[in-house]
C-alpha cells in the first residue's frame, strides 16, 4: 500500500458517494471486506492496480472499477494511466478504448499466440503449481509476458492485444473491469475449472473462445474441464 493507492481509493468514494449515495464500494485499501455483493449497486475498485510498478517507475499501472447491480457486473473502466488509455464496457453494448469498439483477437493457433499471465509471488503455495505448468506454455506459443498489473492484462485480452491469460490467485479489485471488457469483446473468462468467473477471490482463465479453450486445457492436463 503506498499513500497514492490510500489518495486515489478515497476519490474513488467521494466521487460514487456524491453521485450514488446508496452504493457500497467494494476497494482494496479501506474496505476490502463486504457482506455481499448481491444486493443494490457496488462498485468494485482498485485505485492503483501495479502499485509496486508505480513506485519504481515502471510504466504499467492502472485504476480499475467494476459496477456491479444486485450482483451482476453491468459496467466497467480500466484506466492505463501512462498511455492515458480509456478501456470501457457496459452489459449487454459492448467494449471500447478511448471510445473505439474493442474485439479479443481471432488468432487460432497457439503457436502464434502471445499470452499474459501473472506470477503467484504473494501465494508460496501456488509457485510449486505454477512453475509446473509454465514450461509446456511456453514451449507451445509465440510468448508470454508478465506486466504485474492484471486488469491491464485483461484489457489487453479484450482489445485483443494479448491472446490469452491466466493467473492463479487474483481478488475482486483486480478483475471486476476486466471480466466485463472481455465478455463485451467477444471473449471468454472462467475460473482454472471452467467456470462463470465471478466477482472474488481465485483464479483465472481469459482469452478468444478458442485459445481460452486451449489455455484452460494446458492448465488442466490430467482431466477434463467444464
Known sequence: ???VDRAAELCIAEAIAMTFPA???LAEEATPNLASLEEGIVFVADPLDGTTNFLHGFPAYAVSIG????GELRAGVVLDVPRDELFTAIAGEGAWRDGEPITVSALTEPS???IG???PFKHRDLIEPYVERLPA???TTAGIRRAGAAALDLAAVASGRFDA???LRLAPWDIAAGILLIREAGGVVTDLRGETA???HGGLVAGNPVMHRWLLDQLNPDGPTA
Open 1 to 3: 500500500m503506498s499513500f
Open 23 to 25: 452504493a457500497r464500494l
Open 67 to 70: 459496477a456491479l447491480v444486485d
Open 112 to 114: 502464434r499466440a502471445l
Open 117 to 119: 499471465t501473472g506470477f
Open 137 to 139: 506454455i511456453m514451449a
Open 165 to 167: 491469460f491466466w493467473e
Open 198 to 200: 465471478l466477482v472474488a
